[in-house]
Nanobody
Framework: QLQLVDSGGGLVQPGGSLTLSCAAS????????ITWFREGPGGTREAVSS????????SLKEAVKGRFTISRDHAKNKVYLQMNSLKPEDSGVYHC????????????????????WGQGTQVTVSS
C-alpha cells in the first residue's frame, strides 16, 4: 500500500536532458530522506544523488557532479532528478528510494538501508 512511483525516463540524444519524478502514495515524502540509485551489473544499485528531509543535497557519483540536480516539491509530495548534458554512460534503470531519517540532515547512502523503492524508470542516451 505504501509505494513510490518513478517516471520520466526515455530516449534522449547525447547532450540532452531528462527530469525523473518520484511520487509517493500512502506516506509523506517530507518525512524521509530520498536517494536516486542506478542499477549496475548483477542487480546492484549504486547511489547517484541524495536529499535530506531538510533539503540538503549530495552527489554520490563523481561522474554526475555538476550535471544532475535532486530537488523536493513538498506541496506535490514529489522528488525530482534533473539530468543535464547526458552521456551514453548515464544510461540505465534509475530508482528512487526512501528512508525514514534519524534527523532533518540524515541521508540515505546505501541501497540496503532503504525502506521503500520505486519500480524503476529506463534512461537511454543514444544517437
Amino acid at each position: 500500500q505504501l509505494q513510490l512511483v518513478d517516471s520520466g525516463g526515455g530516449l534522449v540524444q547525447p547532450g540532452g536532458s531528462l527530469t525523473l519524478s518520484c511520487a509517493a502514495s500512502g506516506f509523506i515524502l517530507s518525512d524521509y530522506a530520498i536517494t536516486w540509485f542506478r542499477e549496475g551489473p548483477g542487480g546492484t544499485r549504486e547511489a547517484v544523488s541524495s536529499i535530506s528531509r531538510a533539503g540538503a543535497t549530495v552527489s554520490l557519483k563523481e561522474a554526475v557532479k555538476g550535471r544532475f540536480t535532486i530537488s523536493r516539491d513538498h506541496a506535490k509530495n514529489k522528488v525530482y532528478l534533473q539530468m543535464n548534458s547526458l552521456k551514453p554512460e548515464d544510461s540505465g534503470v534509475y530508482h528512487c528510494a526512501a528512508k525514514y531519517g534519524s534527523g532533518d540532515w540524515a541521508l540515505l547512502t546505501h541501497a540496503d538501508s532503504a525502506d521503500y523503492w520505486g519500480q524503476g524508470t529506463q534512461v537511454t542516451v543514444s544517437s
